[in-house]
Protein backbone atom coordinates (compact mmCIF):
# COMPACT_ATOMS: atom_id res chain seq x y z
CA UNK A 1 0.00 0.00 0.00
CA UNK A 2 1.07 3.56 -0.61
CA UNK A 3 -0.52 6.65 0.54
CA UNK A 4 0.23 9.89 -1.59
CA UNK A 5 -0.69 13.33 -0.83
CA UNK A 6 -0.19 16.70 -3.25
CA UNK A 7 0.52 19.70 -2.62
CA UNK A 8 1.46 22.91 -3.82
CA UNK A 9 -1.90 24.15 -6.05
CA UNK A 10 -3.46 27.59 -6.33
CA UNK A 11 -3.80 30.22 -8.40
CA UNK A 12 -1.49 31.68 -10.95
CA UNK A 13 -1.92 33.85 -13.62
CA UNK A 14 -1.39 33.32 -17.34
CA UNK A 15 2.26 32.86 -18.25
CA UNK A 16 3.39 31.75 -13.94
CA UNK A 17 4.88 28.84 -12.69
CA UNK A 18 3.50 26.69 -9.96
CA UNK A 19 5.68 23.56 -8.79
CA UNK A 20 3.24 20.51 -7.31
CA UNK A 21 4.49 18.03 -5.09
CA UNK A 22 3.53 14.39 -4.20
CA UNK A 23 4.90 12.97 -0.99
CA UNK A 24 4.73 9.20 -0.82
CA UNK A 25 4.52 6.63 2.33
CA UNK A 26 3.76 3.00 2.84
CA UNK A 27 6.27 0.72 0.39
CA UNK A 28 9.25 1.93 -0.89
CA UNK A 29 8.70 4.84 -3.32
CA UNK A 30 11.49 3.91 -5.78
CA UNK A 31 9.86 0.40 -6.81
CA UNK A 32 7.01 2.75 -8.58
CA UNK A 33 6.87 4.51 -11.31
CA UNK A 34 5.03 7.80 -10.78
CA UNK A 35 2.26 9.90 -12.99
CA UNK A 36 0.57 12.88 -12.53
CA UNK A 37 -3.15 12.95 -14.63
CA UNK A 38 -5.49 16.25 -14.42
CA UNK A 39 -8.92 16.36 -14.39
CA UNK A 40 -10.88 19.82 -15.33
CA UNK A 41 -15.16 20.09 -14.68
CA UNK A 42 -16.94 18.11 -16.82
CA UNK A 43 -13.93 15.93 -18.59
CA UNK A 44 -12.23 12.90 -18.13
CA UNK A 45 -8.66 12.43 -16.29
CA UNK A 46 -5.77 13.61 -18.45
CA UNK A 47 -2.44 12.34 -18.69
CA UNK A 48 0.02 15.23 -17.59
CA UNK A 49 3.87 13.19 -17.01
CA UNK A 50 5.07 10.99 -16.08
CA UNK A 51 8.73 9.16 -15.13
CA UNK A 52 10.38 5.64 -14.37
CA UNK A 53 10.89 3.88 -11.15
CA UNK A 54 14.07 5.02 -11.64
CA UNK A 55 13.80 8.06 -12.83
CA UNK A 56 15.49 6.79 -16.61
CA UNK A 57 12.79 7.85 -18.50
CA UNK A 58 9.64 10.46 -19.12
CA UNK A 59 6.55 10.12 -20.81
CA UNK A 60 5.41 14.02 -21.08
CA UNK A 61 1.82 14.54 -22.69
CA UNK A 62 1.79 16.82 -25.92
CA UNK A 63 0.22 20.02 -24.02
CA UNK A 64 2.90 19.63 -21.43
CA UNK A 65 5.91 19.18 -23.75
CA UNK A 66 8.66 21.99 -23.37
CA UNK A 67 6.27 23.98 -20.23
CA UNK A 68 6.27 20.65 -17.64
CA UNK A 69 8.70 18.45 -16.37
CA UNK A 70 8.33 15.30 -13.14
CA UNK A 71 11.30 15.04 -10.83
CA UNK A 72 11.45 12.91 -8.27
CA UNK A 73 13.40 12.91 -4.96
CA UNK A 74 13.98 8.97 -3.82
CA UNK A 75 15.45 10.65 -0.31
CA UNK A 76 12.32 12.69 0.16
CA UNK A 77 9.89 9.90 -1.36
CA UNK A 78 8.99 12.92 -3.18
CA UNK A 79 7.60 13.39 -7.06
CA UNK A 80 6.94 16.80 -8.27
CA UNK A 81 5.37 18.29 -11.54
CA UNK A 82 6.83 21.27 -12.32
CA UNK A 83 4.75 23.62 -14.60
CA UNK A 84 6.15 26.65 -16.16
CA UNK A 85 4.06 29.17 -18.91
CA UNK A 86 0.77 27.82 -17.32
CA UNK A 87 -1.83 28.82 -19.51
CA UNK A 88 -5.86 29.03 -18.76
CA UNK A 89 -6.57 25.46 -20.02
CA UNK A 90 -4.36 24.19 -18.04
CA UNK A 91 -7.10 24.76 -15.03
CA UNK A 92 -7.29 21.59 -13.53
CA UNK A 93 -7.77 19.26 -10.64
CA UNK A 94 -4.23 17.43 -10.44
CA UNK A 95 -3.39 13.91 -9.13
CA UNK A 96 -0.24 12.03 -8.66
CA UNK A 97 -0.56 8.16 -9.02
CA UNK A 98 1.65 5.73 -8.61
CA UNK A 99 1.97 2.33 -10.33
CA UNK A 100 4.19 -0.84 -11.51
CA UNK A 101 5.74 0.64 -14.77
CA UNK A 102 5.45 4.12 -17.05
CA UNK A 103 2.73 4.45 -18.72
CA UNK A 104 0.35 6.65 -20.10
CA UNK A 105 -2.60 5.16 -19.20
CA UNK A 106 -4.65 6.21 -15.78
CA UNK A 107 -5.64 2.18 -15.39
CA UNK A 108 -2.09 1.32 -15.20
CA UNK A 109 -1.85 2.96 -11.88
CA UNK A 110 -2.85 1.35 -8.65
CA UNK A 111 -2.52 4.21 -6.12
CA UNK A 112 -3.88 7.62 -6.22
CA UNK A 113 -3.40 10.93 -3.93
CA UNK A 114 -6.73 13.33 -2.97
CA UNK A 115 -5.75 15.44 -5.93
CA UNK A 116 -4.80 19.58 -5.38
CA UNK A 117 -6.34 22.32 -7.26
CA UNK A 118 -4.46 24.31 -9.90
CA UNK A 119 -6.38 27.65 -11.19
CA UNK A 120 -4.95 29.63 -14.35
CA UNK A 121 -6.44 32.86 -14.49
CA UNK A 122 -6.06 34.76 -18.13
Known amino acids: QVQLVESGGGLVQAGGSLRLSCAASGRLFSNYAMGWFRQAPGKQHEFVAA????????FYSDSGKGRFTIPKDDAKNTVYLQMNSLKPEDTAVYYC???????????????WGQGTQVTVSS
Open 97 to 111: AAGGGLSYSATDYAY
Open 51 to 58: ISRRALST
